[in-house]
């Protein structure tokens, strides 16, 4: 069975993905994850996008244009109850990311239009929320979504989906701008699995059927969401852990749910 064009298969190297706007084929979102050991150095340059670096476990020492956050990150596993430290960079600014000890490291990228300033998004003050009920119950950490006017186009947040439930769920979209019933964002989602050894499933499918794509992801897989629905569904066993990053013209985040889905959101009488 060939691989959904949407799956992108995780490197067992330093860099375990590299989406960008050109390989997608699409416009704002660019992701990448780094695996860096104690010590390693990981340099780069904003250039016309802006960058939130998550730092989903371990901790690094992050230098721009000469000034260190020193530091960052304070967890060992994306599934313990506490949340990422991040940073913010805007266009133009030289990076140095240096492992202070084992990490994991997320480049979140968007088109950068200016007038933002570097900014450390401390994880103790990140919003932290359940969403869902039942085995819909998901638990939610928002590191950098719309009613933080930090960035330009970035929204970043994280999911642990427990196994036995669905995510991202009833189905939604976000593939068009119509505000406030809806509007256009690209999407990545970089899973994880706890125990590593698991997988998941997502589909990401339009009204008409043109994309219907189903994915089995493992640990460290991406999938791309252009357009459409795409809820996610964790077997029994295995958590699922996803880091969200979405971008588009704008920058706010409103969804449309599955019409033939939506009835379950509906107070049982």
Not at 14 to 41: M, N, S, Y
Not at 155 to 178: F, M
Request: charged content about 25%; aromatic content about 8%; overall charge negative.
């Amino acid at each position: 069975m060939p691989i959904s064009p949407l799956l992108v298969k995780a490197d067992a190297g330093r860099q375990i993905c590299d989406v960008t706007p050109e390989k997608a084929g699409w416009t704002h979102v660019g992701f990448r994850a780094l695996r860096l050991q104690a010590g390693d150095q990981e340099s780069l340059d904003t250039g016309a996008r802006e960058l939130c670096l998550v730092v989903l476990s371990g901790t690094v020492d992050v230098t721009v244009d000469g000034i260190v956050h020193e530091a960052l990150g304070k967890r060992a596993s994306v599934f313990e109850e506490v949340s990422p430290d991040a940073l913010y960079v805007p266009g133009g600014q030289a990076v140095l990311i240096t492992a202070r000890r084992d990490a994991e490291v997320a480049l979140c990228t968007a088109p950068y239009e200016g007038g933002k300033q570097v900014r450390r998004l401390d994880g103790a003050a990140m919003r932290r929320s359940v969403r869902g009920a039942g085995s819909n119950t998901r638990y939610v950490c928002d590191v950098l979504m719309a009613d933080d006017p930090t960035a330009d186009h970035l929204l970043v947040t994280e999911v642990i989906t427990p196994g036995g439930h669905s995510s991202s769920y009833p189905p939604h979209k976000h593939d068009r701008e119509a505000a406030p019933e809806e509007t256009l964002l690209e999407e990545t989602y970089y899973h994880r699995l706890n125990p590593p050894q698991g997988f998941a499933f997502q589909r990401v499918y339009t009204d008409d059927r043109s994309l219907d794509e189903a994915c089995v992801v493992e640990d460290h897989d991406v999938v791309m969401v252009p357009r459409g629905y795409h809820p996610c569904v964790a077997p029994h066993g295995y958590d699922l852990y996803y880091l969200n990053v979405m971008a588009g013209p704008g920058r706010a985040w409103h969804f449309k749910n599955d019409p033939a889905h939506e009835w379950m959101l509906q107070p049982k009488s």
